[in-house]
Nanobody
Framework: QVQLVESGGGLVQPGGSLRLACVASGFTFSRYPMSWYRQAPGKERELVASITRTGSTNYADSTKGRFTISRDNGQNTVYLQMSGLLPEDTAVYYC????????????????WGQGTQVTVSS
């Protein structure tokens, strides 16, 4: 049974920090690139950060150096460390395990977590 179980969301004041965690099970975590997405009410889901199987990272411009994605393959966990939080960071945050694609052909399927609410407000 494939599961991505997220934790760490909640209410935080502007300028504060949160660390989100997503624990994976039911598949070979170390083989999958992992990503964090977020979706605010009335907006499209957007990519926040991604990390390869070996730890290379990419970030959305909107993170402005405030977020850090990391993974622990031994614990089957991907993290999103969020600092300097802004009200516009308020969204439901989802973790995603990406299937392998090459030459326009994809194998298997993507997996998504259930989402965790992050609210930045004073």
């Amino acid at each position: 049974q494939v599961q991505l179980v997220e934790s760490g969301g909640g209410l935080v004041q502007p300028g504060g920090s949160l660390r989100l965690a997503c624990v994976a099970s039911g598949f070979t975590f170390s083989r999958y690139p992992m990503s964090w997405y977020r979706q605010a009410p009335g907006k499209e889901r957007e990519l926040v950060a991604s990390i390869t199987r070996t730890g290379s990272t990419n970030y959305a411009d909107s993170t402005k150096g405030r977020f850090t994605i990391s993974r622990d393959n031994g614990q089957n966990t991907v993290y999103l460390q969020m600092s300097g939080l802004l009200p516009e960071d308020t969204a439901v945050y989802y973790c995603k395990a990406s299937r392998y694609c090459t030459l326009g052909i994809c194998y298997g399927q993507d997996y998504w977590g259930q989402g965790t609410q992050v609210t930045v407000s004073s």
